[in-house]
């Protein structure tokens, strides 16, 4: 049996569609779709059902992909550790949030570069936008926030982050023991800070803490939390923050948390890969590298 027909099939078989395959292949999608039909003429049993969206593995191809993926996955390994050897450049495509990337992978990963790694990095704040790319083979490695579905790309969680909801210390201060007793009440009337029109951080925190919808509107929106920081610190309003980025600043008094709810609300950061690829040494070795550092994030 041809490998360059089975490294199709399993490519359609983790993607669910010849149109993801062929992209993942660099190969045209009627490329792909003829490889398929001689594979299952060879078989002489369908591989997939063809449906209005992508395609859906038979039983057969089921079959076919849990015997075949580790051997090709294996094979792929022994090429991918030959180049690297005959180079002596191993590179590694990160993508993620540019925040969480500057501040916790990046410092994490920056010793791998003396060991050889060469790191090019990629910020989406976007995660939908971030698994497109890395399903499309532009990025080997990627943080989300969101948790992929379908066997093409694999997830491992990595850490969750506590999410605080601050302002200068003069707004604690005009406030005072009000914020406790009427929280939601009160902040309903504060100017907001945010990194988005439909302020999704603060959404999410009164959803959690409150049970309702916030009816504040942006006073600053900065596609940043770096920039939301500065200017919540200089007064422009409140806003909800990851404590690992705000934790100096509440510190130093720069800004103060207006609230400590018994059960605060948190997001989950996943370590994303193409199915497979894990195999492959340079991404292997961040990949653990990150997870070891997250224990203590």
């Excluded at 003396?114 to 990629?122: D, K, N």
């Excluded at 996943?270 to 994030?297: M, Q």
Aim: aromatic residues 6%; contains cysteine; glycine residues 8%.
């Amino acid at each position: 049996m041809d490998l360059a027909l089975l490294r199709t099939f399993v490519t359609v078989h983790r993607a669910g569609s010849f149109t993801r395959a062929a992209a993942l292949l660099g190969l045209s999608q009627p490329a792909v779709t003829g490889q398929i039909r001689t594979l299952e003429r060879q078989l002489g049993r369908p591989l997939f059902l063809r449906q209005a969206r992508g395609v859906t593995p038979t039983t057969i191809g089921d079959e076919l992909a849990h015997r075949a993926a580790p051997h090709l996955d294996a094979l792929i390994e022994i090429a991918e550790t030959g180049l690297d050897e005959e180079s002596g450049v191993r590179t590694l495509h990160l993508a993620g949030p540019p925040e969480f990337t500057s501040l916790r992978a990046l410092p994490a990963l920056t010793p791998l570069t003396a060991q050889g790694l060469t790191l090019r990095i990629s910020f989406f704040a976007n995660a939908e936008e971030t698994l497109e790319g890395l399903a499309a083979g532009h990025h080997d490695l990627a943080i989300t926030t969101a948790r992929p579905r379908g066997g093409l790309l694999t997830s491992t969680p990595l850490c969750d982050e506590e999410h605080v909801l601050v302002a200068a210390p003069r707004w604690a201060a005009r406030l005072g023991p009000t914020v406790l007793r009427e929280g939601q009440v009160v902040l309903e009337h504060l100017p907001v800070v945010e990194v988005h029109e439909s302020l999704p951080l603060v959404s999410r925190y009164w959803a959690s803490v409150f049970d309702s919808r916030p009816a504040a509107s942006g006073t600053v929106i900065a596609p940043d939390l770096r920039a939301v920081l500065e200017c919540a610190a200089a007064g422009a309003g409140l806003a909800v923050l990851p404590r690992y980025l705000c934790q100096g600043a509440l510190e130093r008094g720069e800004v103060v948390a207006l609230l400590d709810p018994p059960v605060p609300p948190l997001r989950t950061y996943f370590l994303v890969v193409r199915t497979g690829t894990l195999a492959l040494p340079p991404v292997a070795r961040a990949h653990e590298w990150l997870l070891r550092a997250a224990v203590d994030w």
